[in-house]
């Protein structure tokens, strides 16, 4: 089956810092993607959704410039928090949209120090 | 815009009861249905899905969910609950041409033996 590799699944990382989260689609072409946050005990919350090759969109209330998105081929998309802080502690989770389903990556903690 | 309500946010069920879980969607057209479970700390796994034809899906690990369309529903049920079944599910629907998923609260499943 379709499967999407999401790494790292932990990161801490210090207040200020950035982080790179990469999700790939391991055996098929994803020619769209999204990437979720989940705070604990809720629900999947979209921020952005990407096509490969074109600009991310975002949605109402995420900073695009916080939270950097490059989808730049269809195996592959990164998410980047820039300048890191603890509120922006949380799951982040991808999902790629090809082969007419959608599959998820395993998720990223991220946890801000 | 799809929406998707989960009414109920947990249910404890004794392992070899049945189990439902209730979704309701709002969406002027026939939408795309999915169930998710998630365990803690990973991603999402596919239960079942629903596009169009049978009403009645079959899916893994036992699942099955029923498309009513006049109830605007499309509850998951299991007859018999292992107690691997503990997580939390989670109704989806996609409608549109941008693919997004709108994601119910979810719902956490506890079994006790």
Redesign the interface.
């Known amino acids: 089956g379709a499967v999407v590799s999401?790494h790292p699944s932990r990161v801490i990382c210090k207040s200020g810092t950035s982080v790179k989260i990469e999700c790939r689609s391991l055996d098929f072409q994803a020619t769209?993607m999204?990437w979720y946050r989940q705070f604990p005990?809720?629900?999947?919350m979209?921020m952005a959704?990407s096509n490969e090759g074109s600009k991310a969109t975002y949605e109402q209330g995420v900073e695009k410039d916080k939270f950097l998105i490059n989808h730049a081929s269809l195996t592959l998309s990164t998410l980047t928090v820039t300048s890191a802080h603890p509120e922006d502690s949380s799951?982040y989770?991808c999902?790629a949209?090809g082969q007419g389903?959608?599959t998820?990556?395993?998720?990223t903690?991220l946890t801000v120090v | 815009a799809q929406s998707v309500t989960q009414p109920d946010i947990h249910i404890t069920v004794s392992e070899g009861a049945s189990l439902e879980l209730r979704c309701n969607y709002s969406y002027g057209a026939t939408p795309y249905l999915f169930w998710y479970v998630q365990s803690p700390g990973q991603g999402l796994q596919l239960l079942l899905k629903y596009f169009s034809g049978d009403t009645l899906v079959q899916g893994i690990k036992g699942f099955e969910a029923e498309f009513k369309r006049s109830q605007s529903s499309f509850n998951l049920r299991k007859p018999s609950v292992h107690w691997s079944d503990a997580a939390e599910y989670f109704c989806a629907v996609g409608a549109g041409d941008d693919y997004k998923l709108s994601f119910g609260a979810g719902t956490t499943v506890t079994v006790r033996a």
């Open positions: 999401q769209t999204f005990k809720q629900s999947l979209l959704t799951f989770i999902s949209y389903g959608y998820f990556g395993s998720g903690r």
